[in-house]
């Protein structure tokens, strides 16, 4: 690896170039894909109602997927991210909560708090920071006040809730770096900004986007444990990798389809479903996730106590196989070197800023500009005609009904 300003220009030169795919890896994946007009499939095009956050942890997305501090590659095949669990609220915490257009005084509004920190162009190292309640998320609350206020009063806001008192909430500290440009790393850095000792569940997680519920000949990839600290997979379009995590406590793997017993009240509910990982963590139902240790969806699972200031770093790492080579031996080193590089390359960028102040707000609006690019996938043809393996859509919608405002 280069050091110097220059590190980051050369790859922007070799993707530029077609030589190196240094943007194929990115946090692609948007913060909400439940209540999207790409998800909706009723009559009246009511979007919210038809997809609302209450299913998201339960029901498989067509278009698109949905994550806290999400990467995936360029086509959204394999997507990495972030769950947590505080021991208390009644569901894992996988994806920011909002309100939908009818909730809110002032329209749909993320009622989360997390900040986009830093990124470079390819990506190659990229830092986000979110804040975990340490009491139990107050979905109801949110809901209920925002719904009550008029549009001439302000919005309510989660940090207006009081549950960030005393700094009752956990920092949680997301960070990537690519060893090359298909060698990504990632870093969660969990600190407990309490007073008391809190219980923390961490879970980095992988899935496939559900490419095969939808066609007659839908080929659907596989997750694979190996030992306990290891998964691969084999894609066509992909190749094959590795994913390693660092001394988990175990390894969890379910489904990426939807569980049609939760969400429809039809089936019998058998099967290892995507609420696999929040009904084994949160509820402890053991028969949600797969004993065979494979699956469409896989996480590691960390259960950590973290004593006032205390602070716990989880490591995962996704590359192409490497035979027996230790994936952990020069991770802080390539996070320290692409953190440089990142330094360098904003010292030369803003060469022609004095201020410091400014040069920080800068670079920050640039990171929330980075982290913004997302996957966007919408066939409206396909979405018209419905899916091969689907109910047929509601012939309302081939008369532009939920078209409107749409595109």
């Not at 030589?19 to 194929?24: F, P, T």
Request: charged share 30%.
């Amino acid at each position: 690896m280069s050091n110097g300003g220059g590190a980051e220009n050369e790859r922007l030169t070799q993707a530029n170039a077609d030589q190196k795919a240094w943007r194929r890896w990115g946090p692609y994946v948007s913060e909400r894909q439940w209540g999207t007009v790409r998800e909706d499939y009723s009559a009246n095009g009511d979007a919210w109602d038809f997809f609302p956050h209450e299913h998201a942890r339960a029901r498989a997305y067509r278009w698109g997927e949905d994550g806290i501090g999400g990467f995936c590659d360029d086509r959204q095949l394999l997507c990495l991210g972030l769950a947590l669990w505080n021991g208390r609220d009644p569901i894992l915490k996988e994806r920011l909560f909002g309100l939908t257009n009818a909730q809110g005084n002032h329209g749909e509004d993320v009622k989360e708090v997390y900040y986009y920190l830093d990124a470079v162009p390819t990506y190659s190292y990229a830092r986000m920071l979110y804040k975990y309640p340490q009491a139990a998320f107050p979905y109801e609350l949110l809901v209920e006040e925002n719904r009550r206020r008029n549009k001439q009063q302000p919005e309510f806001e989660l940090i207006d809730t009081g549950i960030f008192a005393d700094s009752r909430y956990f920092d949680v500290d997301v960070e990537y770096a690519k060893a090359d440009f298909d060698d990504i790393l990632m870093r969660v850095t969990v600190a407990n900004r309490g007073q008391d000792r809190a219980v923390i569940h961490i879970l980095p997680q992988l899935w496939f986007r559900n490419t095969w519920s939808w066609l007659q000949d839908g080929r659907k990839p596989s997750l694979q444990a190996v030992g306990n600290d290891c998964i691969e997979f084999k894609h066509d379009t992909l190749g094959d990798f590795t994913i390693s995590l660092d001394a988990p406590d175990e390894l969890l793997f379910c489904e990426n389809e939807t569980n049609a017993a939760r969400v429809f009240g039809t089936g019998d509910g058998k099967g290892y479903f995507k609420d696999g990982f929040d009904a084994r963590v949160v509820h402890d139902d053991e028969s949600a996730v797969n004993p065979a240790r494979c699956g469409t969806k896989a996480a590691g699972h960390y259960r950590r106590e973290l004593p006032a200031g205390g602070s716990v770093a989880v490591r995962l790492r996704l590359r192409p196989p490497r035979g027996k080579t230790d994936p952990f031996a020069d991770f802080d080193a390539v996070f320290r070197q692409r953190q440089g590089e990142a330094d360098a390359y904003y010292a030369d960028l803003q060469r022609d800023i004095p201020d410091e102040d400014l040069r920080r707000i800068q670079r920050q609006a640039f990171a929330g500009m980075l982290w913004s690019k997302q996957y966007y996938h919408y066939d409206v043809q396909q979405w018209l005609k419905g899916d091969a393996t689907q109910p047929e859509p509601p012939a309302a919608r081939k008369a532009g009904a939920t078209m409107t405002g749409c595109i």
